[in-house]
């Protein structure tokens, strides 16, 4: 395993609640916050458990920066 992937997930582990949400969850809420971050909103802090999921889901991750730069590429 490389260096920086085992660094991510030792983060991912140490970074985890009871209170997740699941990615079917993230994925009902990831319009809303996408929207957030380009009209220059604190998405962190509005949709906390959205950020805190897209930052411990690699999947979810990639999916998230997909729509991010389609919807930037859009403007």
């Known amino acids: 395993?490389?260096?920086g992937k085992f660094t991510r997930l030792i983060e991912t582990v140490f970074a985890a609640k009871d209170d997740e949400?699941?990615?079917s969850e993230f994925f009902e809420k990831l319009p809303r916050f996408v929207d957030l971050q380009i009209a220059k909103e604190n998405a962190a802090e509005?949709?906390?458990d959205v950020h805190h999921?897209?930052?411990q889901c690699?999947?979810?991750e990639e999916i998230?920066?997909?729509l991010?730069?389609?919807v930037q590429s859009e403007k």
Request: hydrophobic share 50%; charged share 15%; net charge negative.
């Open 1 to 3: 395993m490389k260096s």
């Open 21 to 23: 949400i699941l990615c």
């Open 46 to 48: 509005l949709l906390a």
């Open 53 to 55: 999921h897209v930052h």
């Open 58 to 60: 690699p999947e979810c």
């Open 64 to 66: 998230y920066l997909a």
């Open 68 to 70: 991010l730069e389609a």
